[in-house]
């Protein structure tokens, strides 16, 4: 039996993108999944190299039907990390919009209960993001964006994280839960008696 694998949306900001790829380049058997403005994003902030040390395989926003999202049909994926993830995605998200490759992985995650953990850039009135070139800048959310942030916190097998430490600590519980489940239905299969 194949073990399933974790999903990781990036979507277009600089909002600790260093320190997502950072955690990507700890993980194993993941698949990346870049939206167009990621991909752009990625190359503005000089973040290509990083991309690529993580060693996992990446799928980029060029298709209108979003196709690589059967593969939550097919039951390769335990968990759906999204990670940044821009006002705009949220909102979307949010409203049930799956316009775009992220928005519709958000969506068939959850007409398949795969769980996601979203890491959203705007959850606090006051913030310090990344912007390119290494310097820091303040943002101020709207509160719309702090409201639609709540909001998608009340959608079910969804955990909204609001720091790169709570993003890890929410991937590391997946993993070891996934994993348990993995070896629990591996033994059971063993069990079955040979027809």
Known sequence: MQAQRLAWAITGSGHYLRESLAL?????????????????????????????????????????????????????????????????????MAYGFSDSLVTNLFAQAGKTRVPSIVFACDTAPELESEAPKSHMVKVYPRAIDLDNVAKLKQFADTQVVEDMDGLQHAIMQRLITAHAIHAHDGLHLEELPAS
């Not at 990446?58 to 821009?86: C, M, N, W």
């Open 24 to 92: 990507l380049q700890t993980l194993q058997e993941v698949d990346v999944y870049l939206s167009r403005a990621a991909a752009e994003i990625i190359q503005q902030y000089g973040f290509q190299a990083a991309l690529n040390a993580t060693g996992h395989k990446v799928y980029q926003d060029k298709t209108a039907s979003s196709v690589p999202v059967e593969r939550f049909y097919e039951g390769h994926y335990h968990t759906l990390v999204i990670s940044p993830a821009t006002s705009n995605t949220i909102a979307k």
